[in-house]
């Protein structure tokens, strides 16, 4: 079992920067998938990007070369860092886990991007 708290939302102009945590509530040193998910309004949630324990990553079309995905296994962390911000990035950010086949969701931290 596992408890996810996300962090580093905020307002941001086009073209900016933000960078989002993921605090786990324990080790993630042998958690083999971590994720990040985003909502828009009216639009379901969609994959942004994973991570796995060897370092593999995959990330969505519309955030490649933008976004970029890493844990850090010493602190119990998964970043999300944004570059190049655009407003349809506008959307609730969700880190995301799989162990023994249950799925964990963090709260959610808010992003938008408007000038």
């Known amino acids: 079992q596992v408890q996810l708290v996300e962090s580093g939302g905020g307002l941001v102009q086009p073209g900016g920067s933000l960078r989002l945590s993921c605090v786990a509530s324990?080790?993630?040193?042998?958690?083999?998938?971590m994720g990040w998910y985003r909502q828009a309004p009216g639009k379901q949630r969609e994959l942004v990007a994973t991570i796995n324990n060897g370092d593999r990553t995959n990330y969505a079309d519309s955030v490649k070369g933008r976004f970029t995905i890493s844990r850090d296994n010493a602190k119990n962390t998964m970043y999300l860092q944004m570059n190049s911000l655009k407003p349809e990035d506008t959307a609730v950010y969700y880190c995301n886990t799989k162990i023994s086949s249950r799925t964990y969701w963090g709260q959610g931290t808010q992003v938008t991007v408007s000038s």
């Open positions: 324990r080790s993630i040193f042998d958690i083999y998938y």
